[in-house]
């Protein structure tokens, strides 16, 4: 009988840049509809290779979605309330692997 190898480490969760044990996974079209209708930029982080992005979306005044781009492409969304994701930014300004943009295009 065949297997499969269901480790968890190319999983977003293992590679993600913060903590998700306070967010929310949601599917792609329900997080894609988040950001393209109530979704404003607030900020994306890039890796030192730019191959992975997180790009943060304020979607209202105490809610944010996180996107999160795989270095092969894929898109993987997550719910989160902005303080919760105010203190795990921590992570990434420690993180001399992670770059901040503040605007859409990188400026």
Partial sequence: M??????TADSPAS??????????????EYGHRCVDREGTHRETWTDESDRQSLTVFDVTDHTVVLRYRTPV???????????????????????????????????
């Avoid at 065949?2 to 480790?7: L, N, V």
């Fill in 73 to 107: 492409g894929r898109q993987s969304f997550y719910g989160m309330a902005a303080r919760d994701y105010s203190a795990a930014r921590e992570t990434l300004v420690a993180d001399e692997d992670w770059t901040v943009q503040t605007s859409p295009d990188g400026q």
């Fill in 15 to 28: 590679t993600f840049p913060i903590s998700l044990s306070r967010a929310e996974s949601h599917s792609w």
């Fill in 2 to 7: 065949a297997t499969s190898d269901t480790s």
